[in-house]
């Protein structure tokens, strides 16, 4: 009869062991790679909406500038 126990108590400890591996090698295949692909995207679509930003005020904020510099030029 103890020996039927132990051989039982072993099985469960094989399949607990099994279980957990089973739960590690899943978190690390979906678990973290989704957060990296997250954060992949939103770095994307932060420099999208800042080079639109740049293109589209670009060209104002520069003439702005270029106008200052030459209302303060020393006229000769």
């Known amino acids: 009869m103890e020996r039927q126990l132990s051989a039982l108590y072993a099985a469960i400890d094989d399949m607990a062991c099994q279980m957990a591996a089973r739960v590690q090698a899943w978190r690390l295949l979906h678990g973290e790679g989704q957060g990296l692909v997250e954060y992949s995207l939103l770095l994307a679509l932060i420099a999208l909406v800042v080079i639109g930003i740049i ?3 670009g060209n ?3 003439s702005l500038w270029y106008q200052r ?3 303060s030029w020393p006229s000769s």
């Open 60 to 62: 104002t904020v520069s």
């Open 55 to 57: 293109s589209v005020m």
């Open 69 to 71: 510099i030459i209302d």
